[in-house]
């Protein structure tokens, strides 16, 4: 009897020791995610930025979002393998399939002249607002994001996977939407023309016509960089 008590308890440490793990998890998880919406929100960034100036203001952004950011993968780390649904073979091959176009879109949309990045309204006066990469999606790094989220997901099926991955696709597909409503109503008419030629879904706006593929505007430097990253998380992976 003695033997049981025992074992129940070090059963009910054990399962505290989990709850409170993915609690931490789910905490720096929200943390990550709520502060770029709530940071970038006109109520909280205007008045900052006023305050402290934009460069300043950028600077105290990144920190915060960074120290988060450590947080959430620190958490994710510790947190303990519980299962949610069996691994299949077909699960565990999406990424290979999937990551190579997510690099390309990172490398692409990071190194073009981008209205959606963090200030790029300056590019909506440029003679083409929308080069590259841009034709394909205006939102490239974000769709990276999304499409790391939903090709692992399947292939890990544990809580924390579900916590950290279920978070980065609120980012993703929120940011898409948190970032449209800002510019348009940061630029007013500079935004019209940029909305009509691009998407926020890949390739709607080359397949409905309204803008075509600009492989020069891509360039081959990019694609190379894209799979040369991918290359370098593949071999890289376990560590």
Known sequence: MRRRGVDKSAGRRIMGDMEASLSSLAAATASFV???????????REPMAARLGEGPWRGLYAALVLGAFVWMLWAY????????????????????LVMP???????????????????????AQAPD???????????????????????HLPANG?????????????????GMAHIDARRRDALGAAWGPIELTTSVIPFAAIASRRTTMDWAGIGWQRLAGGLALYLAILFTHGR
């Open 101 to 123: 176009v997510a690099a390309v879109l990172a490398v692409a949309g990071m190194s073009t002249r981008n209205v959606t990045l963090v200030g790029g309204e300056a590019a």
């Open 77 to 96: 780390g510790q947190a303990p393998r519980l299962e949610l649904w069996p691994s299949t073979a077909g699960a565990r091959y999406l990424p290979l």
């Open 129 to 151: 607002p929308a080069p590259g990469i841009m034709r394909v999606t205006r939102h490239p790094f974000l769709w990276a994001v999304a499409l790391w989220a939903l090709s």
């Open 158 to 174: 544990d809580a924390a996977s579900l916590i950290l991955m279920g978070g980065m696709l609120v980012l993703a597909f929120g």
């Open 34 to 44: 709520s502060g770029h919406f709530l940071l970038s929100s006109r109520a909280v």
